[in-house]
């Protein structure tokens, strides 16, 4: 820790204090890498929470938030939303697991099988890259090939780190720089390929070169920012060319395109699904949904879980479900986004900062155009923990939640323009080093697919 790091302490100095205890105790402290101090402005930011309501939480040293994270993108309608959590407690006090099925696991499936344009069948899960794992597997068994040719980022599993055991077949500009990994069995080697995301020449070749041995192509549709023109109806034709499975994994874009997921915006219809996060405003969820012809043999699979049927999160999916398009959620986040993203352009201009906030309205981010790459690490960090120090919680995206409102966004734009000047005056002066309180932020994260 540096110096300047020591003194940005004494802000959250309890959050810190319990990270250091974590250390002690749990292996990588955190039990999610993006929750991990180093992604956002170490001593500066927060680390431990206490609650959160809304659009916005509270720390362990009493500062107060607008979080633009929202719970890793988990979070849709806002924090403790009274109508879900009171349908959870409503379940709740009926009981959460049974030996046997319950009905709520039907009425969920319905309900996803009428928003989604490609399910047919639905499997369940607890999370993200559980359901993408349980999605390849069904593919593989589906079609009776092993290979699966990937793009973005699809969780923990072996089947996906399997890609870093080549060197040729690297996941650095999928996942992080440079991991290793450690407990992957050498025997996945060659198994899982990826492809650069908007280049159909390269997925083309990759499918004639592994002809009659790729599965299924995982890939996320976009993130945030609009796939190219014709992209992904190019993808789904060579899919459908080469009879592959071709598997969405709408994790991180969610229900916040519509209340049907991304597939109804971008008109084009994968043979599978994968969804979590902000089908169920924070609670433990996940799904797979899929075509009839590829998710049908899954019933003679050995792919099972106690907990898939815990009925908290079901009924948390059924209601988040039916007050995002009760709420008309899309629209309202879209608006918020726009708002934002307006405002941090305007500053921006103001202030002659180099950076415009651009991308689809639910999940803008900045863009610092600076060609100096060790400047516009500094800078990022710069604005992340000036950020922090005027209650916005974040990086250089937003992920927008419903609870979000004109205060937050006032405030926010307030800031932004405060940073900026800030950041301009440091720039001209050559001071961004003496001002930052924090090493620069570990931005090895990086995403293929904004």
């Known amino acids: 820790m540096t110096n300047a790091t020591t003194g940005a302490t004494s802000r959250v100095a309890k959050s ?44 362990v040293d009493g500062n107060e938030y607008i979080d633009w994270v929202s719970g890793i993108g988990a979070v849709i309608l806002g924090y403790a939303d009274p109508v879900v959590d009171e349908s959870v407690c409503r379940q709740l006090a009926t009981g959460t697991m049974y030996s046997v099925n319950h009905e709520v696991e039907l009425e969920l499936a ?44 699809h969780g923990w599993h072996d089947w996906y780190l399997a890609a870093n055991l080549s060197a040729e077949a690297s996941l650095d500009p999928h996942l992080f720089s440079g991991i290793d990994p450690t407990g992957v069995p050498r025997s996945l080697e060659g198994t899982s390929i990826p492809f650069p995301y908007g280049d159909l020449t390269a997925l083309g070749q990759l499918l004639d070169d592994h002809h009659g041995e790729v599965a299924a192509i995982m890939m996320e549709p976009f993130r945030s920012d609009w796939p190219p023109q014709g992209y992904l109806e190019g993808v789904a034709a060579l899919a459908k060319q080469h009879a592959v499975v071709l598997i969405f994994d709408e994790v991180s874009t969610g229900f916040r395109p519509s ?5 109804p915006v971008l008109e084009v219809m994968p043979d599978m699904a994968v969804f979590a996060k902000s089908i169920s405003n924070g609670y433990p ?40 398009e009760k709420r008309d959620v899309p629209v309202k986040v879209r608006e918020i986004g726009t ?26 981010h900045i863009d610092f155009q600076l060609p100096d790459e060790a400047l516009k690490e500094k800078i990022v960090t710069l604005f992340v923990q000036e950020m922090a120090k005027r209650g916005c919680f974040g990086m250089t995206s937003f ?7 004109a205060r937050d966004i006032e405030q926010t734009i307030g800031a932004v323009g405060e940073v900026f000047e800030l950041m301009d005056h440091a720039m001209r002066d050559q001071r961004v080093d003496e001002l930052l309180e924090c090493d620069t932020k570990n931005d090895s994260f990086r995403r293929l697919v904004r």
């Open 259 to 263: 209340a049907g997921g991304s597939q």
């Open 110 to 153: 319905e309900l996803l099988i009428d928003r989604i344009p490609c399910a047919e069948m639905v499997r369940y899960a607890k999370g993200g890259g559980e359901a993408c794992a349980i999605a390849v597997r069904i593919a593989r068994g589906a079609t009776g090939r092993d290979k699966i040719l990937f793009c973005g980022y």
């Open 16 to 59: 810190m204090q319990l990270y250091e205890r974590a250390l002690e105790i749990i292996p990588g402290a955190t039990q999610l890498i993006s929750r991990r101090p180093s992604r956002f402005a170490y001593g500066v930011s927060p680390v431990f929470a206490t609650h959160a309501k809304g659009g916005r939480f509270w720390d």
């Open 339 to 364: 708002q934002l993203q307006d405002g941090v352009n305007a500053a921006a201009k103001r202030t002659g900062i180099p950076a415009i906030c651009q991308g689809v309205a639910f999940h803008p």
């Open 399 to 405: 992920y927008l939640n419903a609870a979000h409102d």
């Open 285 to 324: 969820m996940g799904a797979v949904v899929g075509k009839r012809d590829v998710m049908e043999p899954a019933a003679t699979m050995f792919i099972s879980s106690t907990y898939w049927s815990d009925t908290l999160g079901i009924q948390a999916a059924i209601t988040t479900l039916s007050e995002v």
